[in-house]
Each structure stands twice: as structure tokens, then as C-alpha cells.
């Protein structure tokens, strides 16, 4: 959970601005993005294998220069 609390003399824009900074590092959005529709396990196994594939992928055209 984020908790914000205003710092003497900050105005409301800076204080927005601040809470988006902490949501976004929090990863709550990354995670209502997750959630927001239901994904078979299935579904699920295969993006991280195919996540995983492109970054072996990646690191062996990295390894060979």
C-alpha cells in the first residue's frame, strides 16, 4: 500500500505528482494491468518461456561480439 503524506507548503500538483512517482515504482500498476483480465496458466507459462527464449536469444548475440 503507498501512503503520502504532504510536506509543509507543498501544493496539491506536487503532491499528485509525487504519488504517481511512488505508484509507478510500487509496481501497483503493472500488477492492475496483470489482473485486469483472466489468463489461463497455460497462457501464462508460455509468455514466460518465450520471454525467457528471446533473452538467452539476446544474450548470446551479446556474448559473441
Do not use: C, N, W
Not at 509496481?27 to 492492475?32: A, S, V
Not at 483472466?38 to 518461456?49: F, G, H, V
Amino acid at each position: 500500500m503507498v501512503k503520502l503524506t504532504l510536506r509543509d507548503k507543498e501544493t496539491a500538483q506536487e503532491a499528485v505528482r509525487r504519488f504517481r512517482k511512488l505508484v509507478e515504482r510500487s509496481g501497483i500498476k503493472k500488477e492492475i494491468r496483470i489482473r485486469e483480465f483472466y489468463e489461463k496458466p497455460s497462457e501464462t507459462k508460455r509468455r514466460a518461456r518465450l520471454r525467457a527464449e528471446r533473452r538467452a536469444r539476446r544474450d548470446r548475440m551479446i556474448g559473441r561480439r
